[in-house]
């Protein structure tokens, strides 16, 4: 079996596709796993003032069942299957043999969105909360791990799930944002695509189009983290989309609305959006394209539209 390396250099928390090699990383020339998402996003427990969980056995309740779902590709079009698994992670980011191991379940099905039920337990909420380095003082994540097998095609992935606690005041968990719309067009003049299920584009081969992925303004969410003298710290969600095509070229892999602080202001941020342009290939046929959303703390949306290139 090929096993393709994993991609815990490019992002341990989420796996947006990074690949080894010449190809841009938002070209999809084989099997790849674009994105993870918990349903929950985040797991909130309940807590004193300075975090410090009020429950006296048993310190962290095991949960309901979450839902996992995999934002799986592959141009091939063969059926995957999929193996995932709950643990705490070793020097090599990989699962430890030395921790708890919970299997929490496999199946197979078309490319496309996999979902599994994963049960978190009490074991592996505490060993996880050993393993880090404040021993949950600020919140902990349990680590959710697995791979898509095609063939002789294996891709590995590691997903981050966030346990924080709420300080002794209610606090609303994590959402995952939603991409509510694709729009088109010249910037400031775009226009809404289809929200109708099959929709395809129609475009011409060569031809250079310009998508903006709309975020709805309640999606970013305001939220507070402790500094280390545990005094809250309001913010609020700022967006990055990465972009996946299994044809033509995108302008950019990611767009961010997050300032880069070594060589941005708050001025640039005023031009900033989540645009890009999306340049079809010389060749006629389908083309798959994704556009998946991350807020920065774990939570995913995603959304695809169908291309079909032509004179």
Not at 1 to 15: E, I, Q
Not at 291 to 302: P, Q, Y
């Given at each position: 079996?090929?096993?393709?390396?994993?991609?815990?250099?490019?992002?341990?928390?989420?796996?947006l596709g990074?690949?080894?090699?010449?190809?841009?990383?938002?070209l999809?020339?084989?099997?790849?796993?674009?994105?993870?998402?918990?349903?929950?996003?985040?797991?909130?427990?309940?807590?004193?003032?300075?975090?410090?969980?009020?429950?006296?056995?048993?310190?962290?309740?095991?949960?309901?069942?979450?839902?996992?779902?995999?934002?799986?590709?592959?141009?091939?079009?063969?059926?995957?299957?999929?193996?995932?698994?709950?643990?705490?992670?070793?020097?090599?980011?990989?699962?430890d043999?030395?921790?708890?191991?919970?299997?929490?379940?496999?199946?197979?099905?078309?490319?496309?969105?996999?979902?599994?039920?994963?049960?978190?337990?009490?074991?592996?909420?505490?060993?996880?909360?050993?393993?880090?380095?404040?021993?949950?003082?600020?919140?902990?994540?349990?680590?959710?791990?697995?791979?898509?097998?095609?063939?002789?095609?294996?891709?590995?992935?590691?997903?981050?799930?966030?346990?924080?606690?709420?300080?002794?005041?209610?606090?609303?968990?994590?959402?995952?944002?939603?991409?509510s719309?694709?729009?088109?067009?010249?910037?400031?003049?775009?226009?809404?695509?289809?929200?109708?299920p099959?929709?395809?584009?129609?475009?011409?081969?060569?031809?250079?189009?310009?998508?903006?992925?709309?975020?709805?303004?309640e999606?970013?969410?305001?939220?507070?983290?402790?500094?280390?003298?545990?005094?809250?710290?309001?913010?609020?969600?700022?967006?990055?989309?990465?972009?996946?095509?299994?044809?033509?070229?995108?302008?950019?892999?990611?767009?961010?609305?997050?300032?880069?602080?070594?060589?941005?202001?708050?001025?640039?941020?005023?031009?900033?959006?989540?645009?890009?342009?999306?340049?079809?290939?010389?060749?006629?046929?389908?083309?798959?394209?994704w556009?998946?959303?991350?807020?920065?703390?774990?939570?995913?949306?995603?959304r695809k539209?169908?291309?079909?290139?032509?004179p």
């Open positions: 079996m090929k096993t393709y390396v994993p991609v815990f250099a490019c992002l341990v928390v989420l796996l990074c690949e080894s090699g010449f190809d841009s990383p938002s999809v020339s084989d099997l790849r796993i674009l994105a993870l998402q918990t349903e929950p996003a985040e797991y909130v427990y309940p807590s004193d003032e300075n975090g410090i969980p009020k429950i006296e056995e048993g310190a962290i309740p095991a949960l309901p069942a979450t839902k996992l779902t995999l934002l799986v590709a592959n141009p091939g079009g063969d059926e995957v299957t999929f193996e995932v698994r709950g643990c705490t992670l070793d020097s090599n980011l990989a699962c043999p030395a921790g708890p191991v919970v299997e929490f379940g496999k199946g197979k099905g078309e490319p496309g969105e996999l979902s599994v039920d994963i049960l978190v337990g009490q074991e592996l909420i505490e060993k996880s909360v050993e393993a880090d380095m404040a021993q949950g003082l600020f919140g902990f994540v349990v680590w959710i791990a697995g791979e898509v097998v095609s063939g002789e095609e294996s891709v590995p992935f590691v997903k981050s799930f966030l346990f924080s606690p709420d300080y002794g005041k209610p606090r609303v968990p994590n959402r995952n944002p939603r991409i719309e694709l729009k088109t067009g010249e910037k400031d003049k775009e226009v809404a695509l289809s929200n109708e099959n929709t395809t584009l129609a475009v011409k081969r060569d031809e250079a189009t310009r998508f903006l992925p709309v975020i709805p303004e999606d970013r969410e305001d939220y507070a983290i402790r500094n280390f003298e545990m005094e809250p710290v309001e913010m609020t969600e700022e967006m990055t989309v990465s972009f996946f095509g299994t044809c033509g070229t995108f302008g950019a892999d990611a767009k961010s609305e997050v300032l880069d602080v070594a060589f941005e202001t708050e001025e640039d941020k005023k031009d900033k959006d989540l645009g890009v342009e999306w340049t079809a290939p010389a060749e006629d046929g389908p083309c798959t394209l556009f998946v959303a991350a807020d920065g703390r774990g939570g995913i949306g995603w539209l169908e291309v079909m290139v032509g």
